[in-house]
């Protein structure tokens, strides 16, 4: 465009200013110089920025975190005194309010007392981001193209001396004395409507499996609707996830011939030797955590062999300059990367976070420390690292070192990380005493910041993005009732009773979200806001994948108080999956549970068969089945013996 042609909308025609040109009249001139020049380009282009305004501004309240709170503590600079009640509902942990002046408390909430500090603080950290991204790219564009060709051939030569190292050491097992499990078979309940239900689980476990077996074998997953496989890319090009996953609930269910189909398959089948990328974090819960369960419950040697030869596969996640371990690994190239959404190219809290139980029970089983060691510089790095007011962000930069985004959550993203602290502790024989500690600090941090009660009493646990609470709690969170009752034991002095009963609380909302829905199963994620409670309000949050959350939670708090409406809430979570979700061939998951029709999804995830079918099974059952003081629970509900600190179950062969 000649320079001309720019000129009106930088200079006013003839007679008069900017308002001269809108007001029309005088005669026409050349071109862009007269007013209905004006009317047609300069009102072209105030449209278009005004449009970039509009939609910069719905943006930012559609795709910025708790955006409505974000309105009205930033743009409009309202008190904190002025946001809903429910903001200021006193959750354990959290000081009362100063009934006196009213004056909103500051810090307790989880949100700071000046939104544009906040705000300030945010932009700060964004921006040292921004300058640290822009000084590495200014350091490489510096570089000669023969010394970046140097440093990647240097650092492929790196990974691959790393393999080789890692590798080297596992080429023989040792010998393992392999000690028999405690409790891997318990009695029949001695009640006979127990018995009837407990066999009734086990029914539907055949029907799961069976139909697996039929239509969808060696195959990932099963879709019970199409009756074909179904594989996550979660997995790369590994096959048999719904085989691994269950294969400890066969054998505590005793379907002996099941569990020997399965035990073959792994032993012809399971290749772990793909050119694929996998999810470290679902690749470890999965397939380390089902074959160990698997070794520790039949003495199998074909499981403890794939376990350790597949944790030597996953060991490259960790080389990073933190050795804070990728979410991603090409598991033949041992090239690891980010998931791109996880800001900025963070590794996620839950999936670093729950490594912890299966590597040290990978070193207890192969005589090597590696493992341990991988685990043990995660716990460093965090222990590093400065908590925003005692909180565990949920991302973390592997290169830098240093929190991302400061959003925090007890559900999904940060989960397991808090299941695994709490479990280490247990799974030590109560010896370690880092995690038992940073346990309790964080769960303090949790009540104080999080746990909110809602208007009808209801008990929840928010997330916290950037110093703003979201009222919202998903399934997942919904294990938290389970942990919170699990740890009461060894809490600080006074405390045992205030967690059973937070457990308690959790386990009551948790059974709302179920039973405030037409099918009875709760929806991926409710909220307290809005005039509702334990109610999912946006459409993409009312599906249901068969996850197991409540009723692992339903499970402990039985084991630790013998409460019978968890007994009571569980069969009716049985009922409901009968009514709603079996199918011909197998268990669907719904997408809707406020329908009064089926919408399924078509998927029987292999953590149905893993966890919720166990869990169902363990609250039919007696004590003495998988009792809790000598087993853990991986978060994918696979068993992991307690390691007694008296006990060495490795013998190395000295000759």
Not at 105 to 121: N, Q, S, V
Request: net charge negative; hydrophobic share 40%; charged share 25%.
């Amino acid at each position: 465009m000649p320079v001309g042609g720019l000129l009106p909308l930088f200079s006013s025609p003839a007679g008069g200013g900017l308002g001269g040109g809108l007001g029309g009249g005088g005669s026409g001139g050349r071109k862009g110089s007269g007013p209905a020049a004006f009317r047609l380009t300069e009102k072209f282009v105030l449209l278009l920025v005004f449009s970039a305004f509009i939609t910069l501004c719905f943006g930012a309240i559609f795709f910025l975190p708790d955006s409505s709170k974000l309105l009205s503590g930033v743009l409009f600079h309202s008190s904190p005194a002025l946001q809903s009640a429910a903001d200021h509902k006193s959750g354990p942990g959290a000081r009362a309010e100063d009934a006196a002046d009213g004056r909103a408390r500051r810090g307790e909430e989880g949100a700071p007392g000046d939104p544009g500090a906040a705000l300030e603080d945010n932009l700060a950290r964004i921006r040292e981001n921004h300058e640290r991204a822009l000084r590495e790219a200014k350091e490489t564009l510096q570089k000669l193209p023969e010394e970046i060709q140097r440093d990647i051939l240097l650092e492929k030569e790196k990974v691959a001396q790393d393999q080789l190292r890692d590798k080297a050491v596992f080429r023989r097992l040792p010998p393992v004395d392999f000690v028999p499990p405690i409790g891997a078979v318990g009695r029949e309940p001695a009640d006979a409507a127990i018995r009837e239900k407990r066999a009734k689980i086990k029914e539907m476990m055949k029907h799961a499996w069976n139909n697996y077996k039929r239509y969808a074998w060696g195959l990932n997953e099963l879709k019970p609707i199409s009756k074909e496989g179904h594989s996550s890319s979660l997995f790369g090009s590994i096959k048999g996830a719904t085989i691994v996953d269950a294969l400890d609930t066969l054998f505590i269910m005793e379907m002996k011939d099941e569990f020997e189909e399965a035990k073959s398959w792994v032993e012809e089948n399971l290749d772990f030797n793909v050119n694929a990328e996998v999810s470290v974090f679902e690749v470890n819960i999965r397939f380390v955590g089902g074959l160990l369960s698997a070794y520790y419950l039949s003495g199998e040697e074909i499981f403890r062999k794939k376990a350790v030869e597949l944790g030597v596969k996953l060991l490259p996640a960790f080389h990073t300059p933190s050795g804070i371990p990728w979410a991603l690994l090409n598991i033949k190239s041992g090239i690891g990367r980010n998931w791109p959404w996880a800001s900025g190219g963070s590794s996620i809290l839950a999936e670093f976070g729950t490594l912890h139980l299966e590597f040290l029970h990978l070193s207890h089983l192969s005589g090597n420390p590696i493992f341990a060691e991988k685990v043990m510089n995660i716990r460093t790095v965090l222990n590093n690292l400065e908590k925003p007011q005692g909180l565990y962000p949920n991302y973390l930069n592997p290169s830098s070192g240093q929190w991302g985004q400061y959003h925090v959550s007890v559900g999904g993203l940060g989960d397991s990380f808090y299941e695994y602290l709490l479990k280490a502790w247990l799974m030590s024989d109560k010896t370690d005493l880092e995690a038992k500690k940073m346990y309790f600090d964080a769960i303090q941090a949790i009540e104080t910041h999080l746990i909110r009660k809602s208007s009808t009493g209801l008990t929840y646990i928010a997330e916290w993005k950037g110093g703003l609470l979201e009222h919202k709690m998903g399934h997942l969170t919904c294990f938290a009732g389970g942990m919170f009752a699990l740890g009461a034991d060894d809490a600080p002095t006074g405390l045992t009773q205030h967690y059973l009963q937070l457990g308690a609380e959790i386990a009551r909302t948790c059974y709302e979200s179920y039973n405030r829905t037409y099918m009875k199963l709760g929806p991926e994620a409710f909220r307290f806001d809005g005039g509702v409670e334990a109610i999912a309000t946006r459409q993409n949050e009312k599906y249901y994948i068969l996850r197991p959350e409540v009723v692992e939670t339903y499970m402990y708090m039985w084991r630790l108080t013998h409460d019978p409406k968890y007994r009571k809430w569980a069969w009716e979570a049985v009922e409901a999956l009968e009514n709603h979700c079996r199918v011909n061939g197998g268990y669907s998951g719904l997408r809707d549970v406020y329908l009064r029709h089926e919408s399924y999804d078509d998927v029987q995830q292999s953590f149905f068969l893993a966890e919720t079918l166990k869990y169902l099974y363990l609250i039919f059952s007696d004590d003495d089945l998988l009792p809790l003081e000598h087993w853990i629970f991986n978060t994918e509900a696979h068993l992991l013996p307690v390691l007694c600190a008296n006990k060495k179950e490795v013998e190395v062969n000295e000759k």
